[in-house]
Structure formats: C-alpha cells, structure tokens
C-alpha cells in the first residue's frame, strides 16, 4: 500500500513541499484548499463573463461561439470531475492512508482504487486538450483591440483558470 501511496502521491498535485516531505493526507487537503476552493470560486465567473462577453462581442468575433462552447464543455467536465475527487476518490484515499498507518493489509483496496484514479487521468487529459484548444481560439489569450474590460478580464481569468488547473493536473 505504501509504494501505490507514493506513487499516487505524485500523480495527483505538483506542489514541492507536499510531495517531498507530506503524506498522502496532507496532499489531498492541499489539492482541496488550494485548487479546488480557486476551481468552484472560477466556474460561476468565467460563466458569467463568457455570457457578457459573447452578448456585447459575439456579432462582431464570431469565434466566441467556438470558444464559449469549448469553455462550457470544459466547465461541465470540471463540474463532475471535482465531485468525484471530493466525494469518492480523496476520501478513499484518506481512508487507505489511513489503513497503511495502521498496519492493516488493504491490497484488495488498492485494487479497487487503481480504476478511478485511471479515470481521473483520462479527465485530466481530456481537461488539458480542452484548455489547449481554448488557448488556441483565443490566440493566446490575447484580446482584440476592440475588447472591452469584460472581454480583457475574461482572457485573463482564462489564463489563470488554465494555470491553476495544469498545476492541478
């Protein structure tokens, strides 16, 4: 149990102390106070200026479109992919690093637990293609002339969002 522990220590965040000197636990209480706090604090703004943004900009950059349904599509995915960390992978993880502090042989466990955490890399993967292709239509992130302060704070909370997120993934 101890060496899959280590092994999915590294896999879940990036954070140097953490992984170095920190035990499982820590690492997830890490992943939930610092990233996935920023994450449900995100998703609701960057829905709201992407509608503000393509409402006031959408006629006349029709990319929008393109990029709003990437945003959406990544968003929903956060959604679920956050739930299923908070409610079924972190706890069982907690759990198992618990068993393995108490002697307690859980093999059974690690077997069971290998499945979903393949399933969140996948997601991970897939949140990286996403954000990829939002960089891409937002040429960088990088608004037009044009752009209003909506539209200029939407790219910036954009590439924030997407920092945080491949510090997470």
């Known amino acids: 149990i101890e060496?899959?522990?280590?092994?999915?220590?590294?896999?879940i965040g990036t954070h140097p102390y953490i992984l170095v000197n920190g035990?499982?636990?820590?690492?997830?209480?890490?992943?939930?106070?610092?990233h996935h706090s920023y994450?449900?604090?995100?998703?609701?703004t960057l829905k709201e200026l992407m509608i503000k943004v393509i409402s006031a900009h959408g006629q006349d950059h029709p990319f929008l479109t393109d990029l709003k349904r990437n945003?959406?599509?990544?968003?929903?995915?956060?959604?679920?992919?956050?739930?299923?960390?908070?409610?079924?992978?972190?706890?069982?993880?907690t759990e198992l690093s618990n068993f393995n502090k108490s002697?307690?042989?859980?093999?059974?466990?690690?077997?069971?637990?290998?499945?979903?955490?393949?399933?969140?890399?996948?997601?991970h993967e897939?949140?990286?293609?996403?954000?990829?292709?939002?960089?891409?239509?937002?040429?960088d992130f990088l608004p037009p002339p044009s752009a209003c302060?909506?539209?200029i704070l939407l790219y910036t909370e954009l590439e924030a969002f997407e920092k945080d997120l491949h510090q997470h993934i």
Do not use: C
């Not at 994450?39 to 609701?44: A, D, R, S």
């Open 39 to 44: 994450l449900w604090k995100q998703l609701p």
């Open 149 to 151: 302060s909506s539209y």
């Open 3 to 11: 060496e899959f522990l280590n092994e999915i220590s590294t896999s």
């Open 71 to 93: 945003v959406n599509e990544l968003l929903i995915d956060l959604e679920q992919h956050l739930i299923k960390e908070e409610q079924v992978l972190f706890p069982y993880l």
């Open 103 to 123: 002697g307690q042989s859980k093999t059974p466990a690690v077997n069971f637990i290998k499945k979903p955490i393949g399933m969140m890399e996948t997601e």
């Open 23 to 34: 035990s499982i636990v820590e690492l997830v209480d890490f992943v939930l106070n610092h």
């Open 126 to 139: 897939r949140a990286g293609e996403q954000l990829e292709q939002i960089r891409k239509i937002s040429s």
